[in-house]
């Protein structure tokens, strides 16, 4: 088992985050992001600045038991099959009975944006996300940890 983080634009925060209860709990913390973004961490992959390259490269990283921590939504619908665990910046699971939705709306937006029209951005990110994103990955972990000592 290993945490795989699509780094590209992931906050320092969900990093920290990630390499503190990796070390916490023996696991291991993969990056994965173009060579145009400058990470600190124990195991990163460079890849090329191409259009999905850190995407596939996080998917072919990607183990039965492993947790991806991404943004993008087509990622996640790709890692859920594989089947890992996957999580959003804010510490929420992506659950496989939600992405047929979630790439609907991503339709919808993407169409809309092409057309001229407009999108809400992200909202700025606070301290209370981080707070949730290491309330939902340590107990990923927690259940994790178990189901493993159980085997």
Request: proline share 2%; hydrophobic share 40%.
């Amino acid at each position: 088992m290993k945490i795989i983080i699509d780094a590209d634009a992931c906050p320092k925060g969900v990093l920290q985050v990630c390499k503190r209860l990796g070390k916490e709990y023996g696991i291991e913390v993969w990056t994965v992001a173009s060579f145009n973004h400058l990470i600190d961490s124990d195991h990163h992959v460079v890849v090329d600045s191409g259009s999905q390259a850190a995407d596939l490269k996080v998917l072919n990283m990607t183990e039965k038991g492993d947790i991806v921590i991404t943004q993008d939504w087509g990622l996640a619908a790709m890692v859920v099959s594989k089947p890992a665990k996957c999580f959003n910046m804010v510490g929420r699971e992506y659950l496989a009975d939600q992405i047929d939705f979630m790439m609907e709306e991503r339709e919808v937006k993407a169409k809309l944006r092409r057309g001229g029209g407009r999108t809400k951005g992200p909202r700025k990110r606070t301290l209370e996300d981080d707070n949730a994103f290491e309330v939902g990955l340590r107990r990923a972990l927690s259940v994790a940890k178990s189901n493993m000592e159980e085997s």
